[in-house]
């Protein structure tokens, strides 16, 4: 999937953005796909904003440093996920909107093109469910404003069948570790 991964982030990238959903079940598959999206937007100019586990970014960043130099890793900035999605101890969607827009507003005021990869993950509650699928239909809107490619990444398992469906709505592409389908519904 990782030469895939790289050809549509460059066909991203020309076309001018896209809002990606990511359903992942293999942990190896889904470091390498991240550490091929992160090298792909260095690579191509563009700054990375990183919402990633403490437990598992260590094993992307390994990745990133087999391909990246000093200087390109400078365009790679990385946040917990937990302290992104619950940046005011719980997860509200306008609250998060916001501060996803104040990361990557710091890029727009200086010229310089952002990508994003947010692993989104929450407690187990219907609650959080909404909650999340408000949040997608408002990053949709920002990323389709400014053009930006943006990865959202989800453990598969993990995602009850009515956020599924909600998630679908708010993407462009969905990609699973085998492969990737254009979402006409939008």
């Given amino acids: 999937m990782d030469n895939n991964m790289k050809r549509l982030m460059e066909n ?3 076309s001018g953005g896209g809002h990606i959903l990511y359903y992942f079940n293999e942990l190896e598959t889904y470091i390498e796909n991240e550490a091929t999206f992160i090298i792909a937007g260095v690579e191509q100019g563009d700054h990375i904003l990183v919402v990633e586990n403490d437990r ?3 094993f992307v960043l390994k ?3 087999l391909h990246l130099n000093e200087e390109q890793m400078m365009k790679v900035n990385r946040i917990n996920n ?3 999605y619950c940046f005011n101890g719980d997860f509200h969607p306008s609250t998060m909107v916001h501060y996803f827009l104040e990361n990557i507003d710091y890029y727009s005021k200086t010229n310089q093109l952002v990508r994003t990869w947010g692993h989104v993950e929450w407690g187990q509650t219907d609650k959080a469910s909404v909650a999340i699928g408000e949040y997608e239909k408002g990053i949709d809107e920002l990323i389709t404003e400014r053009g930006l490619i943006s990865v959202c990444a989800y453990d598969e398992c993990r995602v009850p069948d009515v956020l599924k469906a909600d998630l679908l709505k708010h993407h462009e592409i969905l990609i699973t570790d085998e492969k990737m389908t254009s979402l006409t519904n939008r």
Avoid: G, R
Wanted: glycine fraction near 0%; hydrophobic fraction near 50%; charge should be neutral.
């Fill in 12 to 14: 991203m990238h020309q």
């Fill in 56 to 58: 598992i970014f260590p």
């Fill in 82 to 84: 937990f302290d992104f």
């Fill in 63 to 65: 990745k990133l440093q």
